[in-house]
């Protein structure tokens, strides 16, 4: 999901991209996409290229009507991630592409064996706000600190990990990696390790979310969670599977869930269904607005 600067919501859908406006639910159009992101008065996507059976990062322009022609940026595959400078990265191949200035003349760049990332099926990527870029594959994890011209493997194992799952950056600049038996954060005060409880972007989350109470949203298979601290948590099974979670700038919260699209008053604790949004099919969210950037 993404929130345009006219306050107009789009979803991808495995049925296609759909333009929400109040209650009403309107079909852009009707190839399935399963990411979609906003930078200026651009929508990204991804999705399946016609005739060539993979999936493709597309750029269209947003009007007043909908959405103009699509313009294929670059062809990838697993999901791309939108850091806090607007780049889009995503798997290419062997190795990581990163698209600088995607709403203008949208420069690639290749990340390889040249910087020392070895060449295997990568699932996702992304630089942090500190300036560490993450790539993560099936089995391993690779990091490139800031003012380091080389990747180095990050030896979870060490840290008494088990092969890494999810990896996410929430609106506070935490970034989260999720292993199955627990997760692994670096935020401002240093790196951190929780094996108790196991609940952040562990083996049934998908992404993470800080609002602005400082409370962590984990969007899960198993419904909305959130982790107040201590140990403290609330779930909200009802949602059922939810891709993601977002804060906007009154303070409600909004959800994506195999259920369609959920809000959440800041006054109240329950969350309520978007009347009309039940068979979407939607796959994930990401609101651009204007304090917070996240992707899914």
Not at 38 to 63: C, K, N, V, Y
Not at 255 to 263: L, R
Request: charged share 25%; net charge neutral; aromatic share 10%.
């Amino acid at each position: 999901m993404a929130v345009d600067r006219e306050n107009r919501i789009w979803t991808a859908t495995v049925d296609g991209l759909f333009l929400i406006g109040g209650l009403a639910a309107r079909q852009i159009t009707r190839v399935g996409m399963s990411q979609v992101a906003i930078e200026q008065d651009s929508l990204f996507h991804l999705g399946w290229e016609s005739g060539a059976g993979e999936l493709a990062l597309f750029r269209s322009p947003i009007t007043a009507q909908g959405l103009g022609p699509a313009k294929l940026l670059l062809r990838g595959h697993g999901k791309f991630f939108q850091d806090a400078k607007g780049r889009l990265w995503l798997p290419c191949g062997e190795r990581v592409c990163v698209v600088e200035d995607p709403a203008g003349q949208a420069r690639v760049t290749e990340l390889g064996v040249e910087q020392g990332l070895p060449a295997q099926y990568w699932r996702a990527a992304v630089q942090d706000r500190r300036g560490h870029t993450w790539v993560v594959s099936t089995e391993q994890v690779w990091v490139r600190r800031k003012g380091q011209a080389r990747f180095a493997l990050f030896d979870y194992a060490k840290r008494d990990l088990a092969y890494p799952l999810r990896m996410s950056e929430d609106s506070q600049g935490t970034f989260w990696l999720g292993f199955g038996n627990g997760t692994y954060w670096e935020d401002g005060d240093g790196a951190h390790r929780t094996k108790q409880p196991n609940l952040l972007l562990s083996t049934e989350a998908f992404g993470v979310f800080a609002d602005r109470d400082g409370s962590r949203w984990v969007a899960s298979r198993e419904g909305l969670v959130r982790w107040i601290g201590a140990g403290q948590v609330e779930t909200w099974p009802e949602t059922g599977i939810s891709f993601s979670v977002i804060e906007a700038q009154d303070g409600s919260r909004w959800a994506v869930t195999s259920k369609g699209v959920a809000w959440q008053s800041p006054d109240e604790n329950e969350w309520r269904p978007l009347l009309g949004t039940e068979t979407l099919g939607v796959l994930s969210i990401c609101v651009r607005l204007a304090r917070t950037r996240c992707c899914s």
